[in-house]
């Protein structure tokens, strides 16, 4: 238990800074110490519950969160995250290792920041996001002023969660950076509300994710403790020092530790019987 | 002056029901992690298939961990367990304050929305 809560601990400092979130870092390391994948996977949907929560707390509570948009985008992903479990329960460990080094790949996407805009201009409202009151305010402290958003697209932005849903439940991450990407791109949240009502969403998908797993008995609480622990400890320190470091050192930590964890996976994929 | 809900009132409850369900469930954590090591004398992770948790679905393992730790019976497996169960009810919490919000306040539209994730998540935890 004592490894597990240093790997964990030290996985959520590396998801906080990298952006990737813990359970990205912790599987690969776990499955390398012979954690059997699936093990690893479920404990981890659980742990993810602690971390996104934790934080969670004080966005809404600063109300940059949009809560509405969250439960009509959770409606898909729980789904999502629910078949994308009962896939895993089911099929072979050695596909879980490709899929895990295809996701992680998919991630470098992520680097491209110049897709973000951090306050969409003129979003022109269409009629259904309007119907769900998909709008609003939050008061932006870097920027020193109330910003005011509209969302657009609801009815494509659905879909593409489930896939989000799908992938989080199946791997056991949270998917965060995947969400962020459909809230920017297609829904055009400015960037705060986008990453705080990702972060919001997560922990209800990992819900979904995790009674498949607690149903399908791939539940064992003496991984689990320690590492929800372990990753919210380290998440929280690592929040603390992301804004002392330059923005080159964390791109460089990036590129280092998700290229070393799609050549583990894909390592134990090609290995595995 | 009787004051009406308002959006700032649900965002306060959620953040709450999030901050302290994860700060108990990991105080529990802790001190079944160390309640483990003081019984066994050991930290090593049990794996064995015996061990998982499930039982008859998520509820009635809920059920029967808080009726155990009522009667008293305070075994490390069983604090953990309570961490746990704790955790996952946290997220399902914040979705049962939002249907009584949005019901409250007579938005229909988000009582079917929130009332669905509630049913899924219901629907899943049951299952078996």
Same mark, same amino acid.
């Given at each position: 238990?004592?490894?597990?809560?240093?790997?964990?601990?030290?996985?959520?400092?590396?998801?906080?800074?990298?952006?990737?979130?813990?359970?990205?870092?912790?599987?690969?390391?776990?499955?390398?110490?012979?954690?059997?994948?699936?093990?690893?996977?479920?404990?981890?949907?659980?742990?993810?519950?602690?971390?996104?929560?934790?934080?969670?707390?004080?966005?809404?509570?600063?109300?940059?969160?949009?809560?509405?948009?969250?439960?009509?985008?959770?409606?898909?992903?729980?789904?999502?995250?629910?078949?994308?479990?009962?896939?895993?329960?089911?099929?072979?460990?050695?596909?879980?290792?490709?899929?895990?080094?295809?996701?992680?790949?998919?991630?470098?996407?992520?680097?491209? /920041?110049?897709?973000?805009?951090?306050?969409?201009?003129?979003?022109?409202?269409?009629?259904?996001?309007?119907?769900?009151?998909?709008?609003?305010?939050?008061?932006?402290?870097?920027?020193?002023?109330?910003?005011?958003?509209?969302?657009?697209?609801?009815?494509?932005?659905?879909?593409?969660?489930?896939?989000?849903?799908?992938?989080? /439940?199946?791997?056991?991450?949270?998917? /965060?950076?995947?969400?962020?990407?459909?809230?920017?791109?297609?829904?055009?949240?400015?960037?705060?509300?986008?990453?705080?009502?990702?972060?919001?969403?997560?922990?209800?998908?990992?819900?979904?994710?995790?009674?498949?797993?607690?149903?399908?008995?791939?539940?064992?609480?003496?991984?689990?403790?320690?590492?929800?622990?372990?990753?919210?400890?380290?998440?929280?320190?690592?929040?603390?020092?992301?804004?002392?470091?330059?923005?080159?050192?964390?791109?460089?930590?990036?590129?280092?530790?998700?290229?070393?964890?799609?050549?583990?996976?894909?390592?134990?994929?090609?290995?595995?019987? | 002056?009787?004051?009406?809900?308002?959006?700032?009132?649900?965002?306060?409850?959620?953040?709450?029901?999030?901050?302290?369900?994860?700060?108990?469930?990991?105080?529990?954590?802790?001190?079944?992690?160390?309640?483990?090591?003081?019984?066994?004398?050991?930290?090593?992770?049990?794996?064995?298939?015996?061990?998982?948790?499930?039982?008859?679905?998520?509820?009635?393992?809920?059920?029967?961990?808080?009726? /155990?730790?009522?009667?008293?019976?305070?075994?490390?497996?069983?604090?953990?367990?309570?961490?746990?169960?704790?955790?996952?009810?946290?997220?399902?919490?914040?979705?049962?304050?939002?249907?009584?919000?949005?019901?409250?306040?007579?938005?229909?539209?988000?009582?079917?929305?929130?009332?669905?994730?509630?049913?899924?998540?219901?629907?899943?935890?049951?299952?078996?």
């Amino acid at each position: 238990m004592l490894t597990v809560l240093v790997i964990s601990i030290i996985a959520g400092l590396l998801g906080a800074l990298t952006g990737l979130g813990g359970g990205s870092i912790m599987i690969p390391v776990l499955v390398g110490f012979g954690v059997p994948v699936k093990y690893a996977i479920a404990a981890s949907m659980v742990t993810i519950i602690a971390t996104s929560s934790g934080s969670a707390a004080s966005y809404v509570r600063e109300r940059i969160t949009h809560v509405k948009a969250a439960f009509y985008l959770e409606m898909f992903t729980i789904v999502g995250a629910i078949i994308g479990a009962t896939i895993t329960s089911y099929i072979a460990p050695r596909f879980l290792y490709f899929f895990f080094a295809a996701f992680l790949l998919t991630s470098f996407y992520g680097l491209s /920041g110049h897709l973000r805009q951090e306050f969409p201009k003129r979003v022109k409202q269409d009629r259904f996001s309007k119907w769900l009151e998909l709008g609003g305010s939050y008061y932006d402290q870097a920027a020193g002023r109330k910003v005011n958003y509209k969302m657009k697209n609801a009815l494509l932005g659905g879909p593409g969660m489930m896939v989000a849903g799908l992938a989080a /439940g199946m791997l056991g991450i949270g998917a /965060g950076a995947f969400k962020v990407s459909i809230h920017e791109l297609i829904l055009k949240m400015p960037a705060k509300v986008s990453s705080t009502t990702s972060n919001f969403i997560i922990g209800i998908t990992a819900l979904a994710g995790a009674s498949v797993y607690f149903a399908s008995g791939l539940f064992f609480v003496t991984l689990a403790a320690p590492m929800a622990v372990g990753a919210t400890v380290g998440a929280l320190s690592g929040g603390r020092i992301l804004n002392r470091l330059p923005n080159r050192t964390i791109r460089y930590l990036f590129l280092i530790i998700v290229t070393a964890l799609i050549v583990q996976m894909l390592y134990e994929g090609l290995t595995s019987p | 002056m009787k004051r009406k809900f308002g959006e700032e009132d649900l965002d306060l409850v959620i953040s709450y029901i999030l901050i302290l369900g994860v700060l108990a469930s990991l105080a529990l954590e802790t001190i079944g992690i160390i309640s483990y090591y003081s019984v066994n004398r050991t930290l090593t992770i049990n794996l064995q298939p015996n061990s998982a948790l499930s039982g008859a679905g998520f509820f009635s393992y809920a059920g029967s961990i808080i009726h /155990g730790t009522l009667v008293g019976v305070w075994a490390p497996f069983e604090i953990l367990g309570l961490g746990i169960i704790l955790l996952m009810i946290t997220p399902y919490m914040r979705v049962v304050a939002s249907v009584v919000y949005f019901s409250l306040t007579k938005n229909t539209k988000y009582v079917f929305i929130t009332l669905f994730v509630l049913t899924i998540l219901t629907a899943s935890l049951l299952v078996h």
